[in-house]
């Protein structure tokens, strides 16, 4: 659920929202079909999830907390990292969540071991996802940068040289002009669909 930067700051709302709308009629479904369903795992699992809904639900939140402020030009993208990397916290506490329901539910005893292992892995997977955040902002600004000396010197080089006299232009002229508009046009419309 991770944003792209193609999408605009709206779709990136809209589409959050719906996810989130999804997950709640999901588990308004499931807690109507326990009176319907008389699986033992069924019920096994509605329990689960509805101990978990807090859980689940600030996971939902800060993903999307965490898209909104990716969708920001720089400055303000900032703190999205950040938001982030808590919210993989929140997941892996989620994960080892389903490894226990999991070793109540068969009788194994994995959720042992992987509460151990969390340990090591909560930090670990803290600071990547943060790094790989900040990595991502900084690459993001490098090819902006980079687009924009590009566009810096295609527009200095094609530039028509203005005319010695008042004589009137030449064909010469005007096939620069339309080429500095055909760069204007397709240069604007780049940047539209970076915006999206």
């Not at 939140?61 to 965490?66: E, K, L, P, W, Y």
């Not at 194994?108 to 790094?131: A, E």
């Amino acid at each position: 659920m991770w944003p792209n930067k193609q999408h605009s700051l709206g779709w990136i709302f809209v589409t959050r929202m719906i996810g989130i709308i999804s997950f709640l009629i999901v588990v308004v479904l499931a807690n109507i079909l326990v009176f319907y369903v008389s699986s033992p795992l069924f019920h096994s699992g509605v329990d689960f999830l509805n101990l978990n809904f807090w859980l689940l639900v600030l996971i939902c939140i800060n993903i999307f907390v965490a898209d909104i402020f990716g969708a920001f030009p720089f400055p303000l993208n900032l703190p999205a990292p950040i938001i982030k990397a808590i919210g993989s916290v929140f997941v892996i506490a989620f994960v080892l969540r389903v490894f226990d329901w999991v070793d109540a539910a068969t009788g194994n005893n994995i959720y042992h071991y992987f509460w151990l292992l969390s340990f090591v892995i909560v930090p670990v997977v803290f600071i990547i996802v943060l790094m790989a955040g900040y990595y991502e902002i900084i690459c993001d600004l490098w090819a902006k940068t980079k687009i924009r000396e590009e566009s810096d010197v295609v527009v200095a080089g094609s530039a028509p040289k203005p005319p010695a006299n008042s004589s009137p232009k030449s064909w010469d002229d005007v096939s620069a002009e339309l080429r500095m508009m055909l760069y204007e046009i397709i240069h604007r419309f780049r940047e539209e669909i970076r915006k999206r």
